[in-house]
């Protein structure tokens, strides 16, 4: 029982390199959501699904891109990335998007370094 | 629009006493509530939740949590603190009529043996 995987978990990038972070999910969830956590701001959205093939911006949005080609996938794009994106990342998936049943399940996390 | 308030940013506790860590939310109707617990270079982990009925919820790992509606507040305790307890701690709210959980700035707690 995987849940919700995140791939790789840690990568250090150079100013302007690009990447994409990947997030899998086996539970099925319609609703697919990219945080990112840095000391003192708790979590904030950056990105999320709500179904294959849409995405929508969060409360962070600025320098990422994302996409939802297949249900179970989410990617994280940086196109150049900046030292400001470093932080660690988390992926969520829900079956709604409050799911006051089940909540949110996480991904472990993966922790970008920008040098 | 919702909104979530951990007043405490780190709190910490000999290990065996009680923790009572603090939850304000900010809606206009009964919200969904959670408490998340993230154990350092983990991921967050679903600990309790409300979503309608019996206002004292029990969780994971000896966790109890009490919605009060006129404080507007879910308060997360435990009797008696283990050291495996030290994380930080999120509090989120989610409303039942649709839109995404917004989450609190987090508790860190520290645990003294």
């Known amino acids: 029982n995987a849940g919700v995987t995140q791939t790789p978990k840690f990568r250090v990038l150079k100013t302007g390199q690009s990447m994409t972070l990947l997030c899998a999910q086996d539970m099925n969830h319609e609703y697919m959501y990219w945080y990112r956590q840095d000391p003192g701001m708790g979590l904030r959205l950056i990105h999320y699904?709500?179904?294959?093939?849409?995405?929508a911006k969060g409360e962070v949005p600025d320098g990422y891109n994302v996409s939802r080609l297949k249900k179970q996938n989410f990617l994280l794009g940086l196109e150049s990335a900046a030292p400001s994106q470093t932080s660690v990342y988390f992926c969520?998936?829900?079956?709604?998007?409050?799911?006051?049943?089940?909540?949110?399940?996480f991904g472990s996390g993966t922790r970008l370094t920008v040098v | 629009a919702q909104s979530v308030t951990q007043p405490d940013i780190h709190i910490t506790v000999s290990e065996g006493a009680s923790l009572e860590l603090r939850c304000n939310y900010s809606y206009g109707a009964t919200p969904y509530l959670f408490w998340y617990v993230q154990s350092p270079g983990q991921g967050l982990q679903l600990l309790l939740k409300?979503?309608?009925?019996?206002?004292l919820v029990q969780g994971i790992k000896g966790f109890e949590a009490e919605f009060k509606r006129s404080q507007s507040s879910f308060n997360l305790r435990k009797p008696s603190v283990h050291w495996s307890d030290a994380a930080e701690y999120f509090c989120a709210v989610g409303a039942q009529q649709g839109g995404k959980l917004i989450f609190g700035q987090g508790t860190e707690l520290s645990v003294k043996p």
């Open positions: 699904s709500v179904g294959e093939g849409t995405t």
């Open positions: 969520a998936s829900s079956l709604s998007l409050s799911d006051g049943r089940h909540g949110y399940t």
């Open positions: 409300y979503f309608s009925g019996d206002t």
